[in-house]
């Protein structure tokens, strides 16, 4: 039997149907796109039947040049019509693509209850509509709708129906866990059943409403079916369909199974933030391959080993999947995690040295006091730098005042900072429409005169986190600022029980660790030469 998995992804047709996604044309294209790049062997654009945007989409993807076959997907005839004057149907046909998926009814309990018709007539709305698909020339992939249940329910009826659908035409059984519910152990057993009493290529098609979509996927594949359909970062009606961007390297990577090219297989990890970032869907940091902490280390233990072999905490190579190792700083931190960032860093250390861990203390400490470096990249970065004998301060803040004023009903909030830069001392006041911004406001316009390089750079989201709640109005918070460039975000961290100090503090960090060029290399070149700190 073949090794050969075709991956058939459904993100743009069961993944819209997960709640909060909504994908515009132009949106379904750019993913149609990525999802080509990847490899994916079919890609279900939507439902012609359904909507004007999928009918829009499929006309546009004509001119695409895709490599994977687009499919659309539809119901079976209504009951008691005919095929050809079914509006869905035919809609599938005029949308020009090369594929289509029915999906149909299996579970004898769905035709009675769901479609109020008669077990014979569910058969013959399948026969009828795969056959007219076949007639117009195009592949034919036949979603069985809650198979598992209906084959434990009635498996004659279940069996009938994958018959009739194979007899008509069907190129591919898709096995559809539509509720969820299936055990891997139960899938592999069906699977092994139709295998044996039908000879047609079989799919399979989960959904994750017990966390087992993925597992029941390999399952089934484990037992012959060799089409997974799924979607990236699992996103489907109620719990998710199964996760691609699990079941692809998966499979891959040790079950042995060919899916992509290893080349397009390194595309993995860029296509699953593309799609979340299209979809505006935040993804879980411990998303397994894909997500930002996959390969993430954090303690000490885990550090120190990975250090002297990465696979002592790596079950894969994350540059496989296109992901990265990353290594935490904490208060969980052992000195190889602080001399691992510092390398990383380019900073010149020396291992197990007195400064290590006196830095890792440090550290510690701060945590203690409510920091996080984990959030606050940039804040750590220029910590360490310091702390390995880097300058860092490229001006000096002398004091600043915040007025806050309401007056008729409106808010006015005003800041005065005084700096210093290279010895020459400004004064500077703004108005902003909070407290933050008006600092900002403020120190922007005393630095934009020796940093103009500040305009390419913004405040672009602000989080403020109560450290120690029972201490109420008097509690210390923790202030997050994430600022970006055209190309670049980093974050940085503040602590104070007062909101506007630990703000400063964060915001101060922040301008400090653009200026210092961390994100743009040209920019510390130009500020350590307006500064001296450059031999020529
Ligand atoms: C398991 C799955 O994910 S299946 C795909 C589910 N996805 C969607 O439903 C999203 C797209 N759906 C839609 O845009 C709409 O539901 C449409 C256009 C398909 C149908 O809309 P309407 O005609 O207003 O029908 P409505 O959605 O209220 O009800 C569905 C009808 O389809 C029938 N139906 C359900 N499954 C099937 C089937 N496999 N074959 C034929 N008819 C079916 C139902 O019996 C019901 O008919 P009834 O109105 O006579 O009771
Ligand atoms: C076809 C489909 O989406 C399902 O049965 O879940």
């Avoid at 869905?88 to 020009?96: A, H, P, Q, W």
């Avoid at 400064?355 to 203690?368: F, G, R, S, V």
């Avoid at 060029?517 to 510390?524: L, R, T």
Wanted: glycine residues 8%; negative net charge; hydrophobic residues 40%.
């Amino acid at each position: 039997m073949t090794n050969a998995i075709s991956i058939f992804d459904t993100t743009l047709r069961d993944g819209t149907q997960g709640e909060g996604i909504s994908l515009s044309a132009e949106d379904k294209i750019k993913i149609a796109l990525k999802l080509d790049a990847l490899g994916v062997h079919y890609i279900e654009g939507g439902n012609p039947g359904s909507n004007g945007k999928d009918i829009e989409f499929f006309q546009r993807a004509k001119s695409l040049g895709l490599r994977a076959k687009l499919t659309a997907f539809g119901s079976t005839r209504r009951k008691n019509s005919l095929a050809e004057q079914d509006s869905s149907l035919v809609r599938i046909i005029e949308s020009g693509v090369p594929a289509a998926t029915l999906v149909g009814k299996s579970w004898d309990f769905h035709v009675h209850t769901a479609l109020q018709t008669t077990l014979e007539e569910n058969l013959a709305m399948i026969y009828d509509s795969i056959g007219f698909l076949k007639r117009n020339g195009l592949e034919a992939m036949f979603d069985a709708e809650h198979f598992f249940d209906g084959f434990k329910n009635n498996p004659e009826y279940a069996l009938s129906v994958l018959k009739n659908a194979h007899n008509a035409g069907a190129d591919w059984l898709v096995l559809c866990d539509t509720n969820g519910g299936t055990l891997p152990g139960e899938i592999h057993d069906i699977v092994t059943r139709v295998r044996q009493e039908i000879n047609a290529p079989i799919g399979i098609h989960t959904h994750n409403d017990c966390e087992l979509a993925v597992a029941n996927s390999l399952a089934a594949v484990q037992a012959g079916a060799r089409q997974v359909q799924g979607t990236i970062n699992g996103y489907g009606e109620r719990c998710g369909n199964a996760n691609l961007c699990s079941i692809i390297p998966t499979l891959q990577l040790k079950m042995n199974y060919n899916c992509v090219t290893d080349q397009q297989l390194q595309s993995l990890t860029g296509t699953a933030r593309y799609v979340s970032e299209i979809a505006n869907v935040n993804m879980p940091v411990g998303q397994a391959y894909v997500g930002n902490a996959a390969f993430a280390h954090k303690g000490g233990i885990h550090v120190s080993a990975i250090m002297k072999d990465s696979k002592t905490y790596e079950h894969i190579a994350p540059e496989l999947v296109g992901n990265k190792q990353r290594i935490l700083v904490s208060e969980l931190a052992g000195q190889s995690n602080i001399l691992s960032k510092a390398q990383e860093l380019g900073l010149d250390v020396n291992a197990n040295t007195e400064k290590t861990k006196d830095i890792m203390n440090h550290i510690k400490d701060l945590e203690h006091q409510g920091y996080q470096f984990e959030g606050a990249d940039a804040s750590l970065e220029l910590l360490l730098r310091e702390a390995y004998g880097e300058t860092t301060e490229l001006f000096k803040v002398e004091s600043f005042k915040m007025l806050v004023d309401k007056t008729n009903g409106h808010m006015v909030s005003e800041a005065i900072v005084k700096i210093s830069v290279d010895g020459q001392t400004v004064y500077t006041a703004a108005e902003g429409n909070g407290p933050v911004n008006a600092l900002d406001n403020a120190l922007r316009k005393a630095l934009v005169q020796f940093y103009p390089e500040i305009e390419n750079f913004h405040l672009s989201d602000y989080k403020v986190r109560v450290i120690d709640e029972k201490d109420a109005t008097a509690a210390k918070v923790r202030v997050l600022v994430e600022s970006s460039d055209f190309s670049s975000t980093w974050s940085t961290v503040g602590v104070s029980s007062n909101v506007i100090e630990a703000s400063w503090e964060a915001l101060v960090d922040s301008i400090r660790y653009a200026l210092l060029g961390m994100s743009k290399i040209e920019v510390i070149n130009e500020s350590k030469e307006r500064l001296g700190l450059v031999n020529h």
